[in-house]
Each structure stands twice: as structure tokens, then as C-alpha cells.
């Protein structure tokens, strides 16, 4: 937020009083990108805006076909927005809210608050279909079936090559590059190819 | 409802510490794992640990409300006052010691955390049900190549038998209830010990007998207790490298 802080100071604005108050930095920014000020009538927008957020380990995949924006609602003259993390230790959580709340601030939502959600916990069936269509196009097999009927130890998916379509493909890894994929290998094609786990 | 309260601060402290110290254990195997798809899996697994940590520790230090964060209860308190079980604080051994330590804890875990899921304190239920699905993964993980060191070949299988004899010992402790834990799951917080501790040991009768790998006796009396900070050696060295830069530096940020 050092942008921030360098506006107040243009502004006139005292830089210690300015510093950390997020609703008046957020304001600066929103003015300064020209958007005007949102208010409850702009909740639909806030929607499309949040679809031009990307999920910056799979950057075709919005956070809203992923599933994490659980509510986006109006309350004391600002947005709410409850983002719900993929997997506990997910390293891109604090990174999605940053932008998440920069490209709200940006569209002129002054301060949005986040809250960060843990119930009811994520889930793979969330991901919209056309997240789904979208993973499969960049080369990650989408979630395979419903974590509903998930048993204990070793079921067997049937997961398809995102290259080919291919059914003859073999699990190499259950841990891929990212907490929420598992590496895969086709038999059909040979190429290797990231499978995002259903949890 | 005081005697309630740190009861559950108790408890939530060994779940975070559980979390945190085999979370720490596995991330020295960056940079060493056997083969890079067994490093990536063995650094996710860390992260989901070190995840389901901080969400207790937040939920502890709000309970706690002395002024110290989540970080604060991981990086500053002595090794006497970490909760975590023996078994987890063990050095990692050769690769079947640590694929044999992690099944052994990734099955209390899951049973533990599914147990969990219908606590009637609504944050440890939340918690514990995003963290089963994580832990779902680590035991089918861990169970998978304990079978296939065990009837791998013929070293690999000597290997986990041998990695079996060491770590069986430390079993006791793990699964071990106390009054503490007893009185929040009368209260239907906490995860009652003796019926996690059943499916605790159905679940390695059914990994163990796919390979004819033998089943210890139940372990018994040990001189330490993890739950009463009682730690062996390892622990402490263990924390003197996790700790050395909050230490060091107090407050330091990047
Ligand atoms: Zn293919």
C-alpha cells in the first residue's frame, strides 16, 4: 500500500493519520483509477468484478468458477465478500484476498471487508462448469465425479487425459505441484498432466 | 465453564502442536526426498500440516487473549510447553522411518479429525472438517507406500519392519487419553480417545495385513507423556532451528 500513502501525501493528507486506514487509502486509489463510488445498488457488478479475478496458481480459472467466494453482500456502506481457502496450508489465500480486494477497490468499491470463512469447508464440487471447462482447455483434468461418495483408503476415478480424452491414464503422484493437484500420466498419449484432486 | 475453558485451550494447543511439529519434521526433507514427485508430495502434506496449525493456534490465542498470536505460540514457547505426541517429534530416519511414522500418525489423525467434524464447538468442527479432507489424502498416501515397502523388496521390507520396531513404542502416547481430553468429550467437544484409538488400530491391522507386516502389541507404559510437555531429546533441537529467527530477531517480519 505504499502507493497509498505517497497519494496521501499529494493530497495533502497527514502521512502518519493516513497510513493503515484502509478506508481512506482505498478511496484514493477508486478515485484515482476513475471509477466512481459503488454503492448497494452495484452488488451485481461487484460479481462481475470478482470474475476478472484469477486464481494465481491455475490463471484461467476465476475465484468465482473456483468456488471460494461464498457471499458478497451490502452492509454499513460497504461490500462484503467471504472467501472460504482451498486447502488450510494454501500459500496463494493471502494473495487471492489482496487482489480480490484490489480489483473491488479499483472498480470503486471503497474498503471492502473480507472475512475469511472455513464453514462449511470447501469442496471440488463447487467449481462452476465452465471453471471446469476452462481447467480442461489449459491442461488440467478437472474433478473427477462428487466427493460425496469419497471411501477411506485407494478408490479409483476414472480420470480422463486433458490432452487426448483418453480413459488409459495411471496416477504417478497424489501430490502435484500445487495442495490441490495430483500428477498424472496417460497411457494413450504419453504426456504427463496435472489432475485437480477432488476433495 | 473457566475449568471448560482451559481445558479446551489445552487441547486445541496439542492438536496445533501435533500439526506444527510433524508439519516442521517433514520440511527437512526438501532438498533430500528420494525422488521429486515423493518431495513435492511430502512438502504438500507439510503445508496442509502447518495450515491446520495456525488454525488452531488462532483459535487457541483468542481463548487465550494474552497478547500472543498465533505466531507467538509457535515460535516463543519453550519445548516444556509444547503438547505435541512423541511420535512426531522423532527424527525422520531413512525413508521407510519416515513413511512408517507418518501412516501411524496420519490414521490417529483422520480419525481423530473426523471425529471431530461433529464437535459441538462450531470453530473446532469447522476446522476439523476442512482438515479431514487433507488428511484423507496424507493416509492413502502414507498407507500405499507402507505396502509397497513392505512387500517391496527384500531390503525395503526389512527396512519397515525395522522402522515398525522403532517407532511401535511411541504408539502409546499417541493414542493415550487423560482427564482433560476425557472431560471435553463427555462435553462432546473433544474426540473421545478410546474409540479413536479402536479405529485407530483397525486401520493398521487392514494397511499392516495387506502385506504381512506384523502387528506389534499395544504399547504401553512409557516414562515420557507429550501431553504434559514431558518431550524426548529430539524436540528440543527440533525447536532451537524452528525458532532461531523469531528468537533472534523478536517480531521480525518480511
Ligand atoms: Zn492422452
Avoid at chain 2, 198 to 204: D, F, L, M, P
Amino acid at each position: 500500500m505504499s502507493n497509498a500513502s505517497e497519494l496521501d501525501a499529494l493530497f495533502g493528507g497527514s502521512p502518519v493519520a493516513g497510513m493503515g486506514n484502509s478506508d481512506r487509502s482505498a478511496g484514493l486509489i477508486a478515485s484515482d483509477g476513475g471509477a466512481r463510488v459503488a454503492d448497494e445498488s452495484d452488488l451485481p457488478r461487484a460479481w462481475q468484478v470478482l470474475e476478472q479475478v484469477m486464481d494465481p496458481e491455475v490463471p484461467v480459472v476465476s475465484v468465482v468458477d473456483l468456488g471460494i467466494i461464498r457471499e458478497v453482500s451490502w452492509a454499513d456502506g460497504h461490500l462484503q465478500v467471504a472467501v472460504t481457502p482451498t486447502y488450510s496450508g494454501c500459500p496463494a489465500t493471502e494473495l487471492i484476498e489482496t487482489e480480490v480486494s484490489r480489483a473491488l477497490e479499483r472498480a470503486g468499491f471503497r474498503a471492502p471487508r473480507l472475512e475469511r470463512r472455513l464453514a462449511p469447508a470447501w469442496t471440488t464440487d463447487w467449481i462452476s462448469e465452465q471453471g471446469r471447462e476452462r481447467l480442461r482447455v489449459y491442461g488440467i483434468a478437472p474433478p473427477a465425479g462428487s466427493t460425496s461418495k469419497r471411501s477411506l483408503l485407494g478408490e479409483k476415478d476414472e480420470i480422463c487425459c486433458p490432452h487426448c480424452g483418453s480413459h488409459e491414464t495411471e496416477v504417478v503422484s497424489q501430490f502435484g505441484s500445487t495442495a490441490c493437484k495430483a500428477l498424472y500420466r496417460c497411457r494413450s498419449c504419453l504426456e504427463p498432466f496435472d489432475y485437480f484432486k477432488c476433495i | 465453564m473457566t475449568d471448560n475453558k482451559n481445558d479446551l485451550i489445552e487441547y486445541l494447543l496439542r492438536l496445533a502442536d501435533n500439526a506444527m511439529i510433524n508439519g516442521q519434521r517433514l520440511c527437512e526433507w526438501c532438498g533430500h526426498a528420494p525422488a521429486l514427485e515423493e518431495e513435492m508430495a511430502l512438502m504438500n502434506v507439510a503445508l496442509d500440516l502447518v495450515g491446520q496449525a495456525r488454525n488452531w493456534y488462532e483459535y487457541a490465542a483468542e481463548l487465550l487473549a494474552d497478547g500472543r498470536d498465533a505466531d507467538r505460540l509457535a515460535f516463543t514457547r519453550d519445548e516444556r510447553d509444547f503438547r505435541n505426541t512423541l511420535l512426531v517429534e522423532q527424527p525422520n530416519g531413512d525413508y521407510a522411518v519416515t513413511t512408517a511414522k507418518l501412516f501411524l500418525f496420519d490414521a490417529w489423525h483422520l480419525h481423530t479429525l473426523q471425529a471431530l467434524t461433529a464437535s459441538k464447538d462450531e470453530r473446532i468442527a469447522a476446522i476439523a472438517a476442512k482438515g479431514v479432507k487433507e488428511a484423507t489424502y496424507h493416509l492413502r498416501r502414507s498407507g500405499e507406500w507402507v505396502e509397497r515397502l513392505g512387500d517391496g523388496t527384500e531390503e525395503s521390507r526389512q527396512r519397515m519392519l525395522a522402522a515398525i520396531d522403532e517407532l511401535w513404542r511411541f504408539t502409546g502416547d499417541l493414542l493415550a487419553g487423560d482427564a482433560i481430553q476425557q472431560r471435553l468429550a463427555e462435553a462432546g467437544i473433544a474426540a473421545d480417545a478410546a474409540a479413536v484409538a479402536a479405529a485407530w488400530q483397525a486401520t493398521v491391522e487392514q494397511v499392516f495385513g495387506a502385506t504381512n507386516l506384523p502387528v506389534p502389541q499395544p504399547s504401553s507404559y512409557f516414562y515420557l507423556d507429550g501431553k504434559k510437555g514431558l518431550h524426548t531429546e529430539h524436540l528440543g533441537i527440533l525447536l532451537a532451528e524452528m525458532q532461531f529467527l523469531q528468537r533472534a530477531y523478536p517480531g521480525a517480519t518480511w
